[in-house]
């Protein structure tokens, strides 16, 4: 099977930066998504990384590193509205997504 | 646009009955997803369809079935519910045909306890 780790928690303060890692050793690779899932909602996509690198997309950012079997999302300028659940994804080689089991941000005032 | 609905938002459901999860969408998407959400194992992909008239398995599939007779539709049936099942089930769909990203979109949502 797939395999997937991250943290479960991390807590942070309003205004802070948090970087969540992600870890994966999958049957192939076709990309890694992030989403972001507040409680009792849906997942909603925040980024996609398929080539080595940095995606920067406004106080969130999304680093890719194929050979470590790594990634990370930086969250930048944290709100109390980023308190969320953060879900890394890999797209495997039969490009089914596989997730992990989440990060919840506890962002503090 | 709507996106993709899930129907009902939740239910309570007596162990051994039937139950069909309703899943619409009005993008057009050509593949559509169910997945199971369980605390700390996050999303599993139950069943799968590329394409309407096709479906496939995903990692957690027994005790489900699943149709696809239109690009709109993707019902989730269990036909004998089990207290195991107890979880909050989320449909998506995707544009596969798109090549690259082909970022899943997710419904809001059905969480069923079966007692």
């Known amino acids: 099977g797939q395999n997937i780790d991250q943290p479960t928690e991390m807590t942070a303060t309003e205004g802070a930066i948090v970087q969540i890692n992600c870890t994966y050793q999958?049957?192939?690779?076709?990309?890694l998504f992030w989403y972001q899932q507040h409680a009792g909602e849906a997942p909603t996509f925040l980024s996609y990384?398929?080539?080595?690198g940095l995606e920067e997309k406004g106080r969130f950012s999304s680093f890719l590193s194929r050979s470590k079997g790594y990634s990370y999302l930086l969250l930048k300028e944290l709100q109390m509205k980023d308190s969320a659940s953060y879900l890394c994804?890999?797209?495997?080689?039969?490009?089914?997504?596989?997730f992990g089991a989440g990060t919840t941000v506890t962002v503090r005032a | 646009i709507a996106g993709i609905t899930q129907a009902p938002t939740s239910q309570i459901l007596a162990a051994g009955r039937r139950m069909t999860l309703r899943c619409t969408q009005d993008?057009?998407?050509?593949?559509m997803y169910w997945y199971r959400q369980d605390l700390g194992l996050g999303l599993r992909l139950i069943h799968y369809?590329?394409?309407?008239?096709?479906?496939g398995k995903g990692e957690v599939p027994d005790g489900y079935s699943v149709s696809r007779a239109n690009t709109d539709d993707f019902p989730l049936t269990l036909a004998s519910a089990v207290p195991s099942q107890t979880s909050v089930y989320f449909c998506?769909?995707?544009?596969?045909?798109?090549?690259?990203?082909?970022?899943?979109?997710f419904g809001p949502g059905t969480r069923l306890t079966v007692l």
């Open positions: 998506a769909s995707s544009d596969s045909t798109a090549g690259g990203r082909d970022t899943q979109y």
């Open positions: 999958t049957s192939g690779f076709n990309g």
């Open positions: 990384n398929v080539l080595d």
């Open positions: 994804a890999v797209r495997d080689g039969d490009y089914k997504l596989s």
């Open positions: 993008m057009r998407h050509n593949a």
């Open positions: 369809s590329n394409t309407a008239g096709t479906t």
